[in-house]
């Protein structure tokens, strides 16, 4: 029992046998805890998240497609590069309102995972490359969600930053890289917000599965951070309750059905598993369902659906990042007649694809908006590639060209189709379809005012960039996307983001790219520099930078000044920010820190606080910006603690990394002063030729670095996924076979191009899920037999059909 135990659990958990106990640390099905009816102890309802709310009609199933509409707000990407948390908070709320009004207690999300790689599959999901920013962004979701009673999953825990493998890959990270940034980005929502759940991920880390790392959940997530609430297992993390659940590993889901609940019982009845472990996972599950239950249940007003989607709208807007504006292209002049090309541009890509795609109560186009706004004549348009295939036809390029020799301006909206970027797989590079890149360059032989519009959920090259006079970045804008564009386009609005993550200029040119990715371990060598964090110490040019965005009106920025709060280790950043433009617009000031002399190898500069500012033309604002003694503290794998060491930092007060305006000294004092220490160059001045060698990497880890083969056939495990397993003719009746029962089990209409994808995705697959994408067919003990007739049948069958 803690302090926090309402007298009520107490009793109940006195009162529960061992059996209901165990019942309680999984799912009753794929969405609901389990309820102890005997005792009056009542199920929640846990769902997707985290940009709009997923409840499948079939209220148990895990249809993907055909789920109650709910709004679909902009994806975390989109989100990510408002760096508004007060619109996030709002966002959050209207969520959790609509999350009670479907009867959901906790929300799967935010997703608070750092954009390790530009290729990651479900970067769009996540808020940034920086953890400073992806956790004030996700401390307000999680503020916003929790204000009406619904709890919040803070996911996906730990260093869940790659989709290929995703199921058992070990993600090898030294321990500064962890605390620094991949534990950072959840430690403070954790402490500050006390989300209800956290969400252990799929993965390994540093060798151990995040749902039986005792290290990761009880140490640092309990003692260290002060957890109180439950922590579940993503859908099907969970293998072994026996395991998992002394691990800290409060619920697994989905449940598997009472059969397989004995084995844990077992467990108990001989000691393997401590009746102490299970009595605190029971009880911090009564506690979830006392605290969540009545915010599913109570009876709620309807959810304001129009007010929601105009805050989609909103936020969409301020997520959008003009990322280039030469001649004030935009906003579009009164008058002109627009060229619209792009098949995007009446059936938009808003949101991604996978467990958070949402039905939405509505969808509003960029096509339809502009022609209401401007009137059906003023608005001309050709689709200009195929929705699904890589490829235009010569007609399609003839109207497109047409169109936008007619038109004024030719607006062109590219991206990403679903079937470049879904959650389950990772992006080979960051090339656009071909089809778009052609589309592009065609319009702009006939007509050089153009402008191009993306849609989609992270970085993307853009080789024809310095020919096009305006680029805008929407993101997966949510359900109202289309009518934010054009409000954005129109001048209605303005852009109001900024980047949250680095546009390398291709994949070969991001550090990720050339580290070793499975098919055992990932190796996080690059340590501390990700993201601009590496491109800013290496010097290296990019697409665009880190915090970038262009604005349709003008800032000044005066009276910077930094102040040492009288204990010598908090600075505060003060300014005065005013729009000298004529147009209503909001600006981010970043503050970003470099470390002048320290024992241990810095990043060139580091974000440690932001403020966005709106200001009506010709108004100012006072901003004032703390950094916390944290902000210039790094963590000390000796002492094992935050250290802050005594000297000089400079303060960078910027527009984006590369765009500093002022900069200024401060003197600190720490617990510790400068001293050398013996550190590899290849962290202490990062390049592109140095890479991140095994060696210097494994100094920083302190010992060798994991084997990285991939087991022969006849020793696959249970991590090994199923694209390792493809010069087996097993192996490859299983990827076939799955891809179909996937196809079904989400429900896809035969117009989603699922199919495509369905066989890349499910190549990632372990045996370990089997028990759950198997709807527990197969049970824990069928999915082990499984794996050993697949690796019977690989020794005794010969190898190529073996
Ligand atoms: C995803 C989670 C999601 C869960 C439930 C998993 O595959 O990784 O983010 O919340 O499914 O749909």
Redesign the pocket.
């Known amino acids: 029992m803690t302090d926090t135990t309402s007298p009520e659990v107490a009793a109940l958990l006195a009162q529960l046998t061992d059996a209901e106990k165990v019942s309680l640390t999984a799912g009753a099905d794929a969405w609901s805890t389990s309820a102890v009816e005997r005792l009056g102890i009542p199920a929640i309802r846990l769902g ?2 985290p940009h709009g709310v ?1 409840k499948p009609h079939d209220g148990s199933g895990m249809s993907m497609f055909d789920s109650h509409p709910a709004t679909c707000f902009p994806t975390a990407a989109a989100l990510g590069s408002s760096w508004d948390p007060a619109l996030v908070r709002r966002v959050g709320e209207a969520l959790g309102r609509e999350a009670a009004a479907h009867g959901i207690a906790v929300l ?2 935010p ?1 608070v995972n750092l954009k390790r790689t530009p290729v990651g599959g479900r970067n769009f ?1 996540y808020f940034s490359e920086d953890p400073h920013l992806s956790s004030r962004l996700g401390a307000a979701w999680v503020n916003g969600v929790q204000s009406t009673g619904v709890g919040a ?1 803070l ?2 825990f730990a260093a869940n930053n790659t989709e290929q493998r995703r199921y058992g890959i070990d993600a090898v990270v030294d321990e500064r890289a962890l605390r620094e940034l991949y534990l950072a980005g959840f430690e403070s929502i954790v402490v500050e917000e006390r989300p209800a759940t956290v ?1 252990a991920a ?1 993965n390994k880390l540093n060798g151990e599965h995040c749902t039986e790392n005792a290290w990761l959940l009880r140490q640092v997530l309990r003692e260290e951070w002060g957890f109180e609430g439950v922590v579940v297992s ?3 993390a969970a293998w072994d309750r026996t395991l998992s659940v002394p691990a800290g590993n409060d619920l697994a ?1 989905p449940g598997l059905g009472a059969r397989d609940d004995r084995y844990v019982l077992d467990a108990v009845r001989t000691g393997a598993l401590s009746r102490e472990a299970l009595d605190d996972s029971a009880r911090r599950i009564l506690e979830l369902v006392e605290r969540h239950a009545d915010a599913a249940t109570a009876p709620v007003d309807p959810p304001d659906l129009e007010a929601h989607h105009r805050l989609a709208r909103q936020a969409a807007a301020a997520g959008t990042v003009l990322l280039k504006n030469d001649g004030g292209t935009l906003p579009l002049q009164e008058g002109v007649r627009i060229g619209v090309i792009g098949a995007f541009a009446s059936a938009p890509r808003f949101q991604g694809a ?3 795609h949402v039905v939405p109560t509505r969808v509003d186009t960029l096509l339809a908006s502009l022609r209401t706004a401007l009137g059906t004549d003023a608005v001309t348009f050709a689709p200009g590639y195929d929705l699904v295939h890589d490829e235009s036809t010569p007609a399609q390029l003839a109207a497109a060209r047409h169109v936008a020799e007619e038109a004024d301006v030719a607006v062109v909206v590219i991206g990403l189709p679903e079937v470049f970027e879904t ?1 389950g797989v990772d992006r080979a590079h960051l090339r656009l379809p071909d089809s778009h890149d052609r589309l592009v360059e065609a319009v702009l032989a006939v007509n050089p005012n153009t402008v191009v519009v993306l849609q989609n959920g992270s970085p993307v090259e853009l080789p024809w960039r310095r020919a096009v006079p305006a680029i805008v970045e929407g993101y997966l804008g949510g359900q109202a996307s289309g009518s934010a564009m054009a409000e954005v386009l129109l001048g209605v609005s303005e852009p109001g983001g900024r980047l949250a993550e680095t546009f390398p200029l291709s994949y070969a040119s991001h550090p990720v790219s050339r580290l070793p990715n499975g098919p055992v371990t990932a190796e996080y060598r690059e340590s501390l520099h990700l993201g601009y964090r590496y491109f800013d110490s290496a010097g290296e040019e990019v697409e665009f930078p880190f915090g970038h965005g262009l604005s349709y009106t003008s800032f000044a920025w005066s009276d910077v000044a930094v102040a040492v709060s009288p204990s010598g280790d908090d600075v505060t950043v003060n300014l005065s920010v005013t729009n000298t433009g004529s147009r209503v617009g909001s600006e981010v000031v970043q503050v970003y820190v470099h470390d002048v002399e320290s024992s241990v190898f810095r990043p060139e500069q580091e974000l440690r606080g932001f403020a966005k500012v709106a200001l009506e033309p010709g108004a100012s604002e006072a901003v004032s910006i703390r950094l916390p003694q944290r902000a210039f503290s790094f963590w000390d794998v000796d002492s094992r603690s935050w250290v802050l060491e005594s000297g000089r930092f400079e303060i960078r007060v910027a527009r984006s990394s590369r765009d500093v305006v002022w900069r200024g000294d401060v003197d600190l004092s720490g617990q510790a002063a400068p001293h050398e220490r013996d550190e590899p160059s290849a962290y202490r001045a990062p390049s592109g030729e140095l890479g991140f060698p095994v060696a210097d990497f494994e100094r920083l880890l302190g010992h060798p670095v994991p084997p990285n083969v991939a087991p022969r056939p006849g020793r696959f495990t249970l991590d090994t996924a199923i694209r390792d397993m493809q010069q087996t003719w097993a192996g490859r009746v299983l990827r076939r076979f799955l891809a179909r029962q996937a196809v079904k089990t989400i429900g896809a209409p035969a117009s989603a191009p699922v199919d495509a994808v369905a066989g890349e995705v499910v190549a990632q697959l372990t045996f370990r899920m089997f028990p759950t994408v198997s709807e527990a067919a197969i049970g824990r003990r069928g999915a082990t037999r499984l794996l050993s007739v697949v690796n019977g049948l690989a020794r005794i069958l010969p190898r190529r059909r073996g």
């Open positions: 997707d998240g997923r799967l999300g997703g999901e999953s996911k996906h969400m799929y993503d859908w099907g889901m996978g467990s958070s959650e």
